[in-house]
């Protein structure tokens, strides 16, 4: 069940945490959800810093953030791989003594599939999601 809500706070935090691990030359999976557009605003301030990434969206809105915070963009058949995808999540189970403990599950919206394609490809995957999607 998605959850709403969290802070603006928390999110920003999160998804400008995740972007700190993006480094020069990555091709980056662009999420896509509100969390995961603070990453990409945050990816686009290091481009404007003289990082240079491309990215590949998993979504119009990611993709039109993106291009708003003047990250190049380029697609999955264009590269060799994805070094790092950085995507939100709807809910967190994070009751350490829970048989689920840990997982995490993804929305099935428009994007949900490319955003798979995209987090698949990727080397690395970094889940951004602010305690309002923890689950106990």
Do not use: C, W
Request: glycine fraction near 14%; hydrophobic fraction near 40%; charge should be negative.
């Amino acid at each position: 069940m998605k959850t709403e809500g969290g802070s603006n706070t928390a999110k920003r935090r999160a998804g400008e945490r995740a972007a700190e691990a993006v480094e020069d030359g990555f091709v980056v999976g662009l999420g896509t959800g509100s969390t995961a557009a603070y990453a990409i605003d945050a990816i686009g301030r290091a481009v404007d810093d003289g990082l240079e990434v491309q990215g590949i969206s998993t979504s119009f809105q990611s993709r039109r953030r993106a291009l708003e915070a003047g990250i190049p963009l380029t697609t999955l058949d264009a590269v060799d791989g994805v070094d790092l995808a950085i995507d939100g999540a709807d809910q967190v189970a994070d009751d350490p003594d829970a048989n689920g403990y840990g997982a995490l599950i993804k929305g099935g919206g428009a994007a949900h599939t490319r955003e798979k394609l995209v987090d698949s490809a990727a080397d690395r995957f970094i889940v951004v999601a602010d305690p309002s999607k923890l689950e106990s």
